[in-house]
Nanobody, 123 residues
Framework: QVQVVESGGDLVQPGGSLRLSCAAS????????MGWYRQAPGKQRELVAN???????NLIDAVKGRFTISRDHTKNTVFLQMNKLKPEDTAVYYC?????????????????WGQGTLVTVSS
């Protein structure tokens, strides 16, 4: 079974920076896309950024120029570097990954979510 665990959420002042990390573990054969979603109070969960196995990043307009997504394939880890944080970035950030795992008898597709890590931007 595959799981992902996030870390790095914290309280930070506007204009500050944070780096989120997400590590996938389990019987992983290959990971396709890894990404970050966020959910602010009273709002729906939204995609923030994701990155393909080939390293192609995709970020929403609201974070372009401030956030960077990167990936370490050797450690099945994805990072979200967040700079110039704004109060509207406050949310629980969730890691998501999909790919192929070894079930023991055959390969099967998986998609997993983390428990979330809280990012609060406030003075």
């Amino acid at each position: 079974q595959v799981q992902v665990v996030e870390s790095g959420g914290d309280l930070v002042q506007p204009g500050g920076s944070l780096r989120l990390s997400c590590a996938a573990s389990g019987s992983i054969l290959a990971i396709n896309v890894m990404g970050w979603y966020r959910q602010a109070p009273g709002k729906q969960r939204e995609l923030v950024a994701n990155i393909t196995s080939g390293g192609t990043p995709n970020l929403i307009d609201a974070v372009k120029g401030r956030f960077t997504i990167s990936r370490d394939h050797t450690k099945n880890t994805v990072f979200l570097q967040m700079n110039k944080l704004k109060p509207e970035d406050t949310a629980v950030y969730y890691c998501n990954a999909d790919g192929l795992s070894n079930s023991g008898r055959h390969a099967e597709l998986f998609e997993v979510w983390g428990q979330g890590t809280l990012v609060t931007v406030s003075s």
